[in-house]
């Protein structure tokens, strides 16, 4: 298989996947449900604050204590700030090298974890209120 083809082939399963999740999104936050709840959901901010829970919440899942996640961002954070869009591709090299010496297939767990998401709109919209939140300018 030439590098071309499996380039085609993995774009068009993260674009496929990222239509999907955005798709489940725009579902769970549409303005239907308040006119404010898509623009707050879809702030920079607030999308770095779901991710940074998630993360968490994988690293406490495997082998991270809550002392080595503490010097984890204290050794971050004492460094100079990054690009973001090299730190999302870093993010999504480690999180495939994760998976891969987890034995995890992340589209499999994604696909399953969408499907859950859909049957748990109404209580997703709900627990958002309770959940850490930007200072809203």
Same mark, same amino acid.
């Given at each position: 298989?030439? !590098?071309?083809?499996? #380039?085609?082939?993995?774009?068009?399963?993260? @674009?496929?996947? !990222? &239509?999907?999740?955005?798709?489940?999104?725009?579902?769970?936050?549409?303005?239907?449900?308040?006119?404010?709840?898509? *623009?707050?959901?879809?702030?920079?901010?607030?999308?770095?604050?779901?991710?940074?829970?998630?993360?968490?919440?994988?690293?406490?899942?495997?082998?991270?204590?809550?002392?080595?996640?503490?010097?984890?961002?204290? @050794?971050?954070?004492?460094?100079? &700030?990054?690009?973001? &869009? !090299?730190?999302?591709?870093?993010?999504? +090299?480690? $999180?495939?090298?994760?998976?891969?010496?987890?034995? +995890?297939?992340? $589209?499999?767990?994604?696909? #399953? *974890?969408?499907? +859950? $998401? @859909?049957?748990?709109?109404?209580?997703?919209?709900?627990?958002? #209120?309770? &959940?850490? !939140?930007?200072?809203?300018?």
């Amino acid at each position: 298989m030439s !590098q071309n083809v499996i #380039k085609k082939e993995f774009d068009d399963i993260i @674009y496929e996947l !990222q &239509k999907e999740v955005h798709d489940w999104f725009v579902e769970c936050f549409s303005p239907k449900h308040g006119p404010s709840v898509l *623009e707050i959901q879809s702030s920079p901010e607030i999308r770095d604050i779901r991710f940074y829970e998630e993360v968490t919440e994988l690293m406490q899942a495997g082998t991270i204590s809550r002392e080595k996640a503490h010097e984890i961002v204290d @050794y971050v954070f004492n460094r100079a &700030k990054g690009d973001i &869009k !090299q730190e999302v591709a870093g993010t999504m +090299i480690s $999180l495939l090298s994760l998976c891969s010496c987890r034995g +995890i297939d992340l $589209l499999e767990e994604t696909k #399953k *974890e969408l499907s +859950i $998401l @859909y049957g748990k709109i109404d209580r997703i919209r709900g627990r958002q #209120k309770d &959940k850490p !939140q930007p200072e809203l300018r």
